[in-house]
């Protein structure tokens, strides 16, 4: 069974930094795109990051460019988010998700045909 589940979510002050994780199992780690998607309180999920595997071309959402870096790491079958220079505009649940298309990192695309985690909350305080 395709599995991901995140962790390292936490709450930071503004300016801060956390990097979260998305380990994965029950799947060949390297055939499948990985990316990352966060939903505020309130509002609709939307894509942040995301991973291509077969070329490790990676895609970010234009918020957090320059912020944010997403790597994997094979051997442990980890993908990462750097997250720095935290905003309060980034709190949310962070998730991550398997199988999913990197360009435009669309959410609707990822919800249809991508395995999901549970999610890592992150608190970003002013």
């Known amino acids: 069974e395709m599995q991901v589940v995140e962790s390292g979510g936490g709450q930071v002050q503004a300016g801060g930094s956390l990097r979260l994780s998305c380990a994965a199992s029950?799947?060949?780690?390297?055939?499948?795109?990985i990316g990352w998607y966060r939903q505020a309180p309130g509002k609709e999920r939307e894509g942040v990051s995301c991973i291509a595997m077969s070329d490790g071309t990676t895609y970010y959402d234009d918020s957090v460019k320059g912020r944010f870096a997403i790597s994997s790491d094979s051997r442990k079958r980890t993908v990462y988010l750097q997250m720095n220079s935290l905003k309060p505009e980034d709190t949310a649940v962070y998730y991550c998700?398997?199988?999913?298309?990197?360009?435009?990192?669309?959410?609707?695309?990822?919800?249809?045909?991508?395995?999901w985690g549970q999610g890592t909350q992150v608190t970003v305080s002013s």
């Open positions: 029950g799947f060949t780690f390297d055939d499948y795109n």
């Open positions: 998700a398997a199988d999913v298309l990197c360009s435009g990192i669309t959410v609707a695309q990822a919800m249809n045909l991508g395995v």
